[in-house]
């Protein structure tokens, strides 16, 4: 190359314009770039020579503004038509005759520069430039228009989080939910994966910590999730919303409702006191109960709500109620299995409305055991709604005016006998019951009460009807049975504290109870055969238990054979089973957030039982709340020794807590509460 010789070369993938000064040995070239500052070239670094004309470092500025005024990308888009019809390559030097007409420095490098910077029309290859297919065009400019489509989506999103962190209100984009949900899958997830790679990235580049927890956190200061987000509900696939097709079925059913196909079937029961006993906030009403006189004989009643009324089966909220299974109970509020206008509308047991039930009439020996019943379709009208606490006084009263109610406590007293006398086993240890409104906490032991126990029994006892029915009657029912504990000897437990220690080794001995199409005994509750029927509004095989009973009850044959059912059930005990993890650990970690609140405050407790005995490791249940937590000793113990605890340490996000023991409760034990 000649002294003068315009040449480009590239610095960082950048674009430099320099002339050739001198040659470097053998191989090099020194170029003078337009600031004259010298660059040691090897010809594999030049990118294009610029022919015909001989040029100094200061005109190069000059060169670049002629350029510049001739590069129009449009007409590249000109010449590739014409190239690609005459089915030939071309050269930047033809392309500066194609498209300016002649071939100086200034256009012939014009036109290398929009041909290299061409991402469409024409590939290189070798030395010349050949055009692509109309295909291949239509594709890249997709590919292009795709690309330019995510960074600008990438920018408004940038610009969303930097509103939204600030406090500012945002109108997230659809393009932004796609981010989140990226952000929102990762803060669920057990452990980082490929999958989270797109959220990672972001949390680095907001200079945050990379672990779920980062995202997790990131979504609080966005104001998307709150501080106690439901990380199992969101790793669950239970749905806590109703799509809007469903809601509008549901308000459809209150507008126009269905045929009832038992109405020649039900009897009018109208005339009966009918008792509601449930705690105050249930909304979802699902028994009642009363007695009638015949003769000299009393007869119990024990009604249940009848949503099969207002839900066909395969219908669309039939469906639903399949798909999910059961209503799922969190201390935040419950996620219902059917929409609530339905749920705690007509299909409630609602005080002086006229409902529809499936009733079950009894007559009881005295010894408890069953000697007569008869299952209806029915007309109710529910004449009291009472809480726990309401029998719990109405009982300890022995208030004249309820006599049907004190009659309904004598006989499950009875029917509780009868099934102690047959073998069933009775544990007695509170559980928490936790209730979260807002920011409030509030924690109390939920124990067995004679309200709670009549009501109990009661709902036995129907489950108990309802199995010899289907049995009688050869009905399949989704039987609910449990094997037989395997106890300690009677020494070995007659050794241990009697209450809730003792409560709590029987306990650890229970099989857990199952359902089946084959009616087996159920250890626990001291029958021979089980089937429960009592809450048909929050349990979907107690629904289908309905139907099946119903339809024999109008002279149809059951609408599910026992294979039928078995497959349902198969289906349904997964769903069930993923409802009932998920309110385990909800429980759990609202039980160490209200501990975290209240670091301060000294608990009882009672030791009831060993976890790991060789390192002091216990089970401790906090008596004041119904907890049961494990705590390690820093001394010997004896099991149901009383204890004065306090949580040092409790981080429910993770879900750790630490006990430790105190030798007496502060003289002034005001609670220090953290928000």
């Known amino acids: 190359m000649e002294k003068g010789t315009l040449i480009e070369f590239r610095v960082q993938n950048q674009r430099r314009l320099a002339t050739i000064d001198r040659p470097e040995g053998k191989k090099l070239w020194i170029a003078m770039d337009q600031h004259l500052q010298s660059h040691t070239l090897h010809p594999r670094h030049i ?23 001739l590069l129009d990308p449009e007409s590249l888009e000109v010449a590739w038509e014409i190239i690609r019809e005459e089915q030939r390559t071309i050269t930047p030097q033809g392309l500066a005759e194609l498209l300016f ?62 509103q939204a962190l600030a406090g500012e209100a945002v109108q997230w984009s659809a393009g932004d939910r796609k981010r989140l949900e990226q952000l929102e899958r990762y803060a669920i997830a057990i452990e980082t994966s490929a999958q989270h790679q797109g959220a990672v990235e972001l949390l680095r580049q907001l200079k945050r910590p990379t672990q779920p927890l980062g995202a997790f956190q990131l979504l609080v200061d966005l104001g998307l999730w709150s501080t106690h987000e439901n990380l199992f509900l969101r790793r669950s696939q239970i749905q806590v919303e109703f799509s809007a097709k469903v809601l509008d079925v549901a308000h459809n059913c209150l507008n126009s409702p269905p045929t009832d196909i038992d109405a020649d079937l039900r009897r009018d029961l109208t005339h009966l006191k009918v008792y509601t006993i449930d705690d105050e906030s249930t909304q979802e009403i699902d028994d009642g109960l009363s007695v009638e006189v015949v003769g000299d004989r009393q007869k119990l009643w024990i009604h249940i709500a009848d949503p099969s009324r207002w839900v066909m089966a395969d219908d669309v909220l039939d469906h639903e109620a399949r798909r999910r299974a059961t209503t799922v109970y969190l201390p935040t509020g419950i996620i219902p299995m059917f929409p609530s206008e339905l749920a705690t509308g007509p299909m409630s047991l609602v005080e002086g409305r006229l409902c529809c039930a499936l009733s079950f009439g009894i007559l009881l020996a005295e010894s408890g055991e069953v000697l007569e019943y008869e299952i209806c379709p029915s007309w109710i009208r529910p004449t009291y709604r009472l809480s726990y606490d309401d029998v719990d006084m109405i009982l300890e009263q022995a208030v004249p005016a309820e006599a049907d109610l004190l009659a309904i406590a004598h006989w499950g007293n009875r029917r509780s006998q009868w099934r102690q006398q047959r073998g069933a086993i009775r544990i007695d240890i509170p559980e928490p019951s936790i209730k979260v409104a807002g920011e409030e906490v509030e924690i109390s032991p939920l124990r067995d009460s004679p309200a709670r126990q009549l009501v109990a029994e009661m709902m036995i006892l129907a489950g108990e009807v309802a199995a010899d029915y289907g049995l009688r009657e050869g009905i399949p029912l989704p039987f609910r049975c449990q094997s037989p504990p395997e106890l300690p000897p009677d020494d070995e437990l007659r050794q241990l504290p009697a209450g809730v220690v003792r409560d709590c080794a029987i306990r650890r001995c229970m099989p857990r109870s199952e359902m089946s199409t084959q009616p087996n005994p159920h250890a626990s509750l001291g029958l021979d055969a089980y089937c429960q029927v009592t809450s048909p509004i929050r349990r979907y095989t107690d629904l289908l238990a309905h139907r099946q009973i119903k339809a024999h009850l109008r002279g149809e044959t059951p609408p599910l054979t026992p294979e039928q059912l078995n497959e349902l059930l198969l289906r349904l005990v997964s769903s069930i089973q993923e409802s009932s993890l998920v309110e385990r650990q909800t429980n759990r970690y609202w039980c160490l957030e209200y501990l975290r609140r209240h670091r301060d405050e000294v608990w009882r407790g009672i030791l009831l039982r060993w976890l790991r005995p060789e390192e002091n490791l216990g089970l401790v249940l906090l008596e004041d709340l119904g907890v049961e937590l494990a705590m390690r000793l820093q001394r010997q113990a004896n099991l149901g020794e009383s204890l004065l605890v306090r949580a040092s340490r409790v981080d429910p996000r993770s879900d750790q807590i630490w006990l430790e023991e105190v030798s007496e409760v502060p003289s002034s034990p005001a609670a220090t509460v953290t928000p």
């Not at 000059?62 to 005024?69: E, H, L, M, R, T």
């Open 47 to 69: 990118t294009f020579t610029v022919p015909h004309e001989r040029f100094r470092p200061q005109d190069i500025p000059a060169f670049w503004q002629q350029v510049q005024s």
């Open 101 to 162: 007409g002649e071939t100086t420095a200034a256009t012939c490098y014009a036109a290398y520069y929009l041909l290299s910077e061409d991402r469409f029309y024409f590939k290189l290859k070798g030395e010349v430039y050949e055009p692509r297919s109309v295909a291949q065009v239509a594709e890249l400019k997709h590919q292009h228009e795709k690309e330019a489509q995510r960074l600008a989506e990438e920018a408004t999103f940038t610009e969303h989080l930097a």
